[in-house]
């Protein structure tokens, strides 16, 4: 019912910035929560960053000051600024759309951070 394109991804230096975006199929102030995911080989996908219909936002501890969620409802896209990215933070990075019917998710893209 809804598709999400994540793009932005890519290879980054530590301290450095990329900016994720998400593009949905649908006027995103129809979707409760949209939020992005992130899973690191060997660990479990976790919650990165999520914004509600409402504005209303929500960040892990560990990305709390450095990543900023926002959005551009005339495009119908959702982003996640990144600064002073850490390796750690490397990952692949999911795009989410959650309504009360079901859950939506993009196909994910690479952010590697590495010197």
């Known amino acids: 019912q809804v598709q999400l394109l994540e793009s932005g991804g890519g290879l980054v230096q530590p301290g450095g910035s990329l900016r994720l975006s998400c593009a949905a199929s649908?006027?995103?102030?129809?979707?409760?929560?949209m939020g992005w995911y992130r899973q690191a080989p060997g660990k479990e996908r976790e919650l990165v960053a999520g914004?509600?219909?409402?504005?209303?936002?929500n960040y892990a501890d560990s990305v709390k000051g450095r990543f900023t969620i926002s959005r551009d409802i005339a495009k119908n896209t959702v982003y996640l600024q990144m600064n002073s990215l850490k390796p750690e933070d490397t990952a692949v990075y999911y795009c989410?759309?959650?309504?009360?019917?079901?859950?939506?998710w993009g196909q994910g893209t690479q952010v590697t951070v590495s010197s």
């Open positions: 914004i509600t219909n409402d504005g209303g936002t």
């Open positions: 649908t006027y995103i102030l129809s979707i409760d929560t």
């Open positions: 989410n759309a959650y309504l009360s019917w079901g859950d939506y």
